[in-house]
């Protein structure tokens, strides 16, 4: 049965976890193979156990998991995944098997320059001496094209961009020259910008270096332009094994169908006529802040959010758009200029004037489940901001956020459920409902879709829209994502640096910009989604 | 080994507990238990070894032993009950208040307050305060429950530091929560469980350190039992009968146990350092 085109072969994998005496199966006897030099994706939303997967192969799992099957690495004797020690994982973990994370500054030591780093590890690994180390290190980031590849390693990770840290675990794991390389959602914390030059780099070392690549992920998008081979996941079951064009182009599941509609979003362009720009609710006037004295993070911020508007802010990571609605929510002080709301200037108010404004302006954050205090009902935490601002009397709250809730799609008995007993769009949808109860005027929703999936994404921003018609309040929406902010508002402001390069409309007005930062956003953007419809559109030719 | 550790809470835990109610039980049922008052002399039956009419002998001043540890029991975990409650609120209040009001004036100046409490000796400064306002178990306590609360403080303040910039507390922020609500709902639900652990600890240090001011005679004053006290009167019989000391010793090294083991039991069971990150 052997047979040597097959890198990493893993049959019959099962894990299960027991929690209360009861079993939650996670992936129920998944068989796959990846073929030498092959990048295989599996894809798969969130909770559909495609981390597991990973950290079965490695042996990352938690003593608690009861996982039984087998997987072979190069064709050597299979290893049976429940009776492997801990000196069988040693041997693979790093020389067999490398693995980047999602969140790549956190897997490298901040306190410590990449330089020492990277020469740490080759020498660990006896791949080099002390002296020829840094020889080694710039070959290679030279031969993956780095740019300066001396500044990167002379630096610290929190002084590199999420992205560019990203690219040096992958070339870190990569001079461990690894029979296989692992990439759990390498891109997913990640703007497009950034995001490109990741794939670009796995591509590279694929086709360069012959590399082995089990790449996971839950964008269709991302999956279709990188992979040889997809493995859809739900719910802990393989669906579907296929190449990515016949898998877009004829998906035979029902499942892969749904996903691919879930990248279709409401888009608010269609047949709704864009708002009168008349009244502004929110105007903002050259508005600085930085955190220290030669770095601002703003830079002379000039925006107005008008009523029943849906706005955009887009940018990459680290511009500043989330500065930009901590300062006007009062998160975060501004040092220089105005934030006016209904003519007032609400920059630096306190104590019972800056509650007064959170009657008009909320905010919804990215981590929903965080917002929320895993101590209180859904119920409890709807109640909340009428309980501070005392806006309705005591004895009609319950029945308003009974209203509000039910609005929001949480119905029943779910309304008594905790934060820890609910899903990540419920969370999201508490959230919003929280926000909304206030009726306020102006939503600021900080990257509120951008840690969900695709077919959750869909949903929330139905629901918003919905909300949005129903109550006319303005939106501003925060996102590092163009597809989402096309289809989603009526103008967006282009943030470079802590600053507004650009305020264009949205929907196909986008496309036209012509400014070159805007341009460089759209191209990134342009290049996954032509190579993904591309691959979908093979069946209609 | 994850089962193991798991049976080893609950262990430590419910034989602590069963420990503590035993000692509170016999402390609190004093009467029933022994038929002597504490403070009856019997100057014929003077510093008489163990027997059937009393188990644990008679002092010096020919009472029984038994009875005295019993009644003093009551004034050590009374007294020590007392100023933990008043020590953790306080505490409590104060690592809260210098949380949230992270490097302004109020934190300042309770932090040096802190650093000065810290640095002085705490036996000194109760004879200090004993020299001063005379020798009375109130005045022991106010000064050992003035100095309590510092690791609560402490412990609070870097919980409420940590926690203050979590999404949910800016959430309640933006919600437009008073800083009292967000301190009592936010935060204080936060800090309960490790200061308590915590709590259970200090406990133990409590009795042993009410003890020791009472055994150098700056606490509770003759003829009230206390088991400080109890061991410095029997210091001076300790060759020849060395049935004195019995009493007092095994209860308190009995209570410091039990409430070592409760708070090493909690420890384990809600792990601090996972209620933090949480």
Not at chain 1, 490 to 513: D, N, T, W
């Amino acid at each position: 049965m052997k047979n040597r085109d097959v890198m990493l072969s893993v049959s019959g994998l099962r894990v299960s976890y027991f929690q209360n005496r009861k079993k939650s199966n996670i992936l129920n006897g998944i068989s796959f193979d990846l073929k030498r030099g092959e990048l295989l994706t599996v894809l798969g939303e969130s909770g559909s156990g495609k981390s597991t997967i990973a950290k079965a192969i490695t042996g990352l799992l938690p003593p608690s998991a009861r996982l039984s099957g087998e997987m072979s690495i190069d064709d050597e004797t299979a290893l049976s995944l429940s009776d492997a020690t801990a000196s069988d994982w040693r041997s693979i973990r790093g020389k067999k098997v490398a693995m980047i994370f999602q969140d790549a500054r956190q897997s490298l030591n901040p306190a410590v320059k990449i330089k020492r780093q990277f020469a740490e590890m080759l020498v660990y690994h006896r791949l080099g001496s002390r002296e020829g180390v840094t020889k080694i290190i710039l070959e290679t980031l030279k031969a993956l094209h780095f740019n300066d590849p001396e500044r990167v390693l002379d630096s610290y990770p929190f002084q590199l961009s999420g992205g560019m840290c990203q690219r040096v675990c992958i070339a870190m794991s990569i001079c461990l020259q690894p029979l296989l390389l692992i990439a759990d959602e390498p891109t997913s914390a990640l703007d497009t910008v950034s995001q490109r030059e990741v794939l670009a780099l796995l591509e590279e070392i694929k086709r360069g270096f012959g590399q082995s690549i089990l790449f996971i992920t839950h964008d269709i998008a991302v999956a279709s332009a990188v992979s040889d081979r997809v493995v859809v996941l739900n719910k802990g079951s393989i669906t579907e094994a296929e190449t990515p064009e016949r898998l877009f182009s004829n998906p035979k599941h029902s499942y892969t169908k749904s996903l691919i509609d879930a990248r279709n979003f409401p888009c608010i362009h269609q047949d709704r006529p864009a708002p009168a720009l008349a009244a502004p609710v929110l105007q903002i006037r050259d508005l600085g802040k930085c955190f220290s004295p030669d770095t601002p993070v703003l830079k002379n911020v000039n925006i107005s959010l008008y009523q029943r508007e849906i706005l955009g802010i887009l940018g990459q990571s680290g511009c500043g758009k989330s500065t930009l609605s901590r300062c006007i929510v009062g998160l975060e002080k501004a040092q220089r200029g105005e934030i006016l709301y209904d003519g007032m200037n609400v920059l630096g108010l306190r104590g019972r004037r800056r509650r007064e404004l959170c009657k008009h302006i909320q905010l919804i954050f990215q981590d929903a489940r965080a917002s929320l205090n895993p101590g209180y009902t859904a119920m409890q935490i709807v109640l909340e901001p009428l309980r501070y601002l005392k806006i309705v009397p005591a004895r009609q709250r319950q029945e308003l956020a009974r209203s509000y809730l039910g609005e929001v799609g949480i119905d029943g008995d779910t309304q008594n459920r905790r934060p820890p007993q609910l899903s990540t769009g419920q969370c999201q949808r508490v959230a919003i409902a929280r926000a909304l109860i206030v009726k306020p005027d102006a939503l600021i929703c900080d990257e509120a879709v951008s840690a969900l999936d695709m077919s959750l994404q869909g949903q929330i921003l139905e629901l918003l829209l919905r909300l949005h018609e129903r109550f006319g309040f303005g939106i501003l929406m925060i996102s590092h994502d163009i597809r989402v902010l096309r289809s989603f508002c009526h103008r967006i402001a282009v943030m470079q640096a802590g600053e507004f390069c650009e305020i264009c409309g949205g929907g196909s007005e986008l496309k036209e910009s012509t400014h070159p930062y805007t341009q460089l956003l759209l191209s990134c953007e342009k290049e996954l989604e032509e190579s993904y419809y591309s691959k979908i559109n093979l069946m209609a030719d | 080994m994850r089962q193991r550790r798991a049976e080893h809470w609950k262990i430590s835990l419910i034989s602590g507990f069963a420990l503590l109610c035993g000692i509170v039980f016999c402390v609190a049922g004093a009467s029933l238990l022994s038929g002597y008052s504490p403070s009856e002399q019997d100057a014929a039956a003077r510093l008489v070894p163990p027997s059937r009419e009393h188990p644990m002998g008679t002092d010096a001043f020919g009472r029984d032993v038994l009875s005295r540890t019993l009644y003093g029991g009551r004034t050590t975990l009374i007294s020590t009950t007392v100023v933990l409650t008043v020590a953790l609120l306080t505490g409590i209040t104060v690592g809260l208040l210098t949380g949230i009001n992270h490097d302004t004036v109020i934190d300042v100046v309770f932090m040096r307050l802190i650093d000065v409490l810290m640095s002085f000796p705490f036996i000194i400064l109760a004879m200090v305060v004993i020299a001063l306002f005379g020798a009375s178990l109130l005045h022991l306590l106010a000064v050992v429950a003035a100095v309590w609360w510092v690791p609560f403080a402490r412990l609070t303040r870097s919980i409420v530091l940590q926690k203050k910039s979590d999404t949910a507390v800016e959430a309640a922020r933006v919600l437009g929560a008073k800083t009292s609500a967000i301190a009592i709902r936010e935060l204080l639900p936060k800090v309960v469980a490790p200061v308590l652990i915590q709590a259970t600890f200090e406990l133990g240090n409590l009795v042993l350190s009410i003890s020791a001011l009472s055994f150098l005679g700056l606490g509770a004053q003759p003829p009230t039992p206390e088991w400080g006290s109890m061991l410095a009167d029997g210091r001076a019989h300790f060759f020849e009968s060395p049935h004195v000391l019995m009493g007092p010793a095994i209860f308190m090294i009995a209570t410091v146990l039990a409430l070592n083991m409760i708070g090493e039991g909690l420890r384990d069971w809600l792990d601090p350092f996972e209620i933090i990150r949480m």
